[in-house]
């Protein structure tokens, strides 16, 4: 995703676009015992946020001032918005308990990866696939004590995409490396998740052990870009062909 959400139909696309972000996902439209769908509210949406998951009842709305612009979405447990004044959204969430049994109100403006993104405008495709790719090379340099062994993780992510890829394969793949081999496997885990955590986030989580490239950074253009990082500026080998192979074919 590359731009702050311009209207409703955008914010449905930016709450699905990282899971890992927010702790839930997008399963599908509201249905009725006869497997009818619902007009309203949008969604069923899956917490993932507590221990035990949940599957929640969504409307979304883009800047919502008044909980009569709810009055016709009927019960729902979550309302989703872009962004909504702290003091509207406590006297909100209390209309919204009486008038639709709502529980929480989610603005993703509150999210720093979500309220960092550009605002929206007019933009052309080449802008967008070099626009992520000119980054790539400073988050890898950013990356400290692990440099290498995570721009080899992520130089296989970018590899292999849209294939996702397991964690414990790819701590494995690295446990060789000198920088690692004398970690715990959760030190190894952690050389893996720092791609989460970087601005841009190189990789997503999707399901339990499961990891991908992130879409919104061109994968051939940013492997390419590793590819300089890792034999140019760390002077280390790139993962082989075999490598690769191995891990496309590993997909479930």
Not at 34 to 51: A, G, M, Q, T
Not at 152 to 163: E, F, G, H, R
Not at 200 to 205: A, K, M, R
Request: overall charge neutral; aromatic content about 10%.
């Amino acid at each position: 995703m590359y731009f702050q959400p311009a209207d409703e139909t955008a914010l449905r696309h930016l709450f699905s676009s990282n899971e890992a972000i927010i702790g839930m996902s997008y399963i599908g439209p509201v249905i009725d015992p006869s497997n009818r769908i619902l007009p309203s509210p949008d969604c069923l949406v899956l917490d993932k946020r507590y221990e035990k998951w949940r599957i929640r009842r969504c409307e979304f709305k883009y800047e919502p001032a008044s909980v009569s612009e709810f009055a016709h979405n009927g019960r729902f447990d979550i309302a989703v918005v872009w962004r909504i004044p702290l003091p509207v959204k406590e006297s909100l969430l209390q209309g919204l308990r009486t008038q639709n049994g709502c529980e929480e109100i989610v603005a993703l403006s509150d999210y720093p990866a979500f309220s960092r993104l550009d605002t929206y405008r007019a933009v052309e495709a080449e802008e967008l696939e070099s626009e992520g790719v000119k980054r790539v090379e400073g988050v890898l340099l950013n990356i400290q004590n692990t440099g290498y062994a995570t721009a080899y993780v992520a130089y296989i992510a970018a590899a292999i995409y849209p294939l996702s890829f397991d964690s414990h394969m790819m701590k494995n793949a690295i446990s060789g490396f000198p920088e690692v081999k004398n970690m715990l496997p959760q030190g190894r885990g952690v050389v893996v998740s720092k791609l989460l955590q970087t601005k841009p986030p190189l990789i997503t989580w999707l399901y339990d052990r499961r990891y991908r490239w992130v879409g919104a950074i061109h994968a051939d253009g940013a492997r390419r870009t590793m590819a300089n990082v890792i034999t140019t500026r760390f002077g280390r080998e790139l993962p082989s062909d075999e490598v690769i192979v191995k891990f496309r074919r590993a997909e479930p």
